[in-house]
């Protein structure tokens, strides 16, 4: 494709009211210029170029794993035509089929699929605007049509006659311009109106008096496709959009969702079927869920894999996982990374593990904290065990077999290892191995002394 797109993203952003750029805010767990670099890296263009100016260092930090991108420095925020033209020396504008595609780092959702038509409609010699319907076109660019329906130019809000403010189609900011008319075009924009800005929109006038030129606009329906966001208001109204959309899609795929308005999905979620979700679970990262599935209310899930059939009760919070088919996990559990919960495990109410394998059908119903740990097969981990894995300085391993029973409130001092078929008395202090078939008592002789009287007041 003769395409490069140019993503501009120099703009401060003063109405976020915040110290972090405008585009690096996040929409479903993902930063505005992450989302438009997502739809543009679709588009199988040459190039894409960003072009930064405030806070640029901070947004190339972020995205530096991509080598591909281009970067292009904006010192100065003097209008969106100016912003382009920041880009163009790296644009190869020798072949004159090469169009530029322009996007805006704070306008996140647009579709690929839309981006994808604008630009197969712009031709060598065709500037094409994607064009918005709107009730409310207050401070946006109007689209200014001649009486045979023909584009004639872009007058912004503060440039617009009363006639002019009355019209209802808009510029949504994105469009495709070929690339050498482009050029030239930049290099003769004035700054001349009302705000002291080269305007990129003011192509559009030259484009009507270029003979060899035709413009096109295509008109968008989904409002939310082109909003862009301005401030905090308009970031939180976009992202519920944005959630709801993803709920749908959840929805029909054949999830069960207890309330489509309180999920929220920050990354990718793979569900298989049956899944059950009841409300305010967070998902995070990529997180896959088996057919079965049932999450209870207030659970987050991050960077996780749940088995089949597995149910996840309320308030747990699960991060770098895999809980294995049938297992139970909470209400309130904490399930930290390095966490492998095998088949039919049960891990109860505050219980935390971390890097721990949990064999099949152990058990750890209450209270316990199991970390650096492999865990056999039908262990049960009484209530109040922790597992001692830090002597302050290193992390230590803690070793179970298969059918061991530690009693409730012990102390396993790592590095350790309980031999299967072991037993633990409950409150004992475990600091040596203990063989196998064998109950290890670990803790201080009960002394009873009969007839003992209590003090009495002096
Ligand atoms: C622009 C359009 C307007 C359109 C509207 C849609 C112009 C002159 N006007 O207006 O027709 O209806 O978008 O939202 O193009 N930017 C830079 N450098 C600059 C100026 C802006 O990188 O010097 C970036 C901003 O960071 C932002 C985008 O360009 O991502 C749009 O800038 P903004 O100032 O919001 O343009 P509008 O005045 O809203
Ligand atoms: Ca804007």
């Given at each position: 494709?003769?395409l490069d797109i140019v ?42 170029h ?30 969106t035509g100016?912003a382009v033209m920041q880009a163009m020396p790296?644009i190869d504008i020798?072949k004159p089929?090469k169009r530029v595609l322009v ?19 712009a031709?060598e010699n065709t500037l094409c ?46 469009m495709v311009i070929p690339a050498t008319k482009l050029n030239t075009w930049l290099n003769s924009l ?10 990129l929109t003011d192509v559009v006038?030259m484009a009507?008096?270029d003979?060899?030129c ?245």
């Amino acid at each position: 494709m003769n395409l490069d797109i140019v993503i501009l993203a120099a703009g401060r952003g003063t109405r976020m009211n915040s110290n972090i750029p405008k585009v690096l805010h996040q929409i479903g767990g993902d930063s505005m210029l992450g989302h438009v670099l997502n739809a543009a890296r679709k588009l199988e263009s040459e190039k894409i170029h960003i072009v930064v100016g405030y806070a640029a260092q901070q947004i190339k930090t972020e995205f530096s794993s991509d080598k591909e991108l281009q970067w292009a420095l904006q010192e100065e925020q003097l209008g969106t035509g100016h912003a382009v033209m920041q880009a163009m020396p790296n644009i190869d504008i020798s072949k004159p089929e090469k169009r530029v595609l322009v996007l805006y780092g704070d306008v996140p959702l647009t579709n690929f699929s839309t981006l994808r038509k604008l630009v197969q409609q712009a031709s060598e010699n065709t500037l094409c605007i994607l064009t918005l319907l709107t009730e409310n076109p207050k401070g946006l660019g109007r689209i200014v049509r001649d009486d045979s329906g023909e584009i004639t130019a872009i007058v912004e809000e503060k440039d617009a006659n009363d006639e002019q403010k009355k019209i209802n189609e808009i510029n949504t900011g994105i469009m495709v311009i070929p690339a050498t008319k482009l050029n030239t075009w930049l290099n003769s924009l004035g700054n001349n109106n009302a705000q002291g800005e080269y305007y990129l929109t003011d192509v559009v006038a030259m484009a009507a008096a270029d003979d060899e030129c035709t413009i096109c606009a295509m008109v968008i329906d989904d409002e939310n496709e082109v909003q862009g966001v301005n401030d905090k208001a308009q970031l939180a109204g976009l992202e519920r959009q944005y959630q709801m959309k993803k709920a749908e899609q959840l929805l029909e795929a054949g999830v069960l969702l207890r309330d489509p308005s309180r999920i929220d999905i920050r990354g990718e979620i793979e569900t298989g079927s049956d899944v059950e979700i009841d409300i305010n679970a967070i998902f995070e990262g990529h997180v896959t869920l088996g057919n079965g599935v049932k999450i209870g209310p207030n659970v987050v899930i991050k960077d996780s894999k749940i088995g089949d059939n597995a149910n996840i009760l309320q308030g747990t919070n699960i991060d770098g996982a895999e809980i294995g088919e049938g297992a139970s996990v909470g209400p309130y559990a904490r399930i930290r990374p390095g966490t492998i919960l095998k088949e039919n495990t049960k891990i109860g109410n505050f219980v935390e593990t971390k890097n721990a394998i949990i064999g099949k059908g152990s058990k750890a119903s209450h209270l316990a904290y199991i970390g650096d740990a492999v865990v056999g097969e039908n262990v049960n981990i009484g209530a109040g065990t922790i597992f001692c894995n830090y002597d302050g300085v290193n992390k230590h391993k803690t070793i179970i077999g298969d059918n061991v029973f530690v009693g409730s409130n012990s102390v396993l001092v790592a590095p350790v290892t309980l031999a299967d078929n072991t037993f633990i008395a409950a409150g004992s202090s475990i600091n040596c191995d203990v063989p196998a078939d064998s109950l290890a008592v670990a803790r201080g002789k009960q002394r009873n002394i009969t007839g003992w009287k209590r003090p009495t007041k002096k």
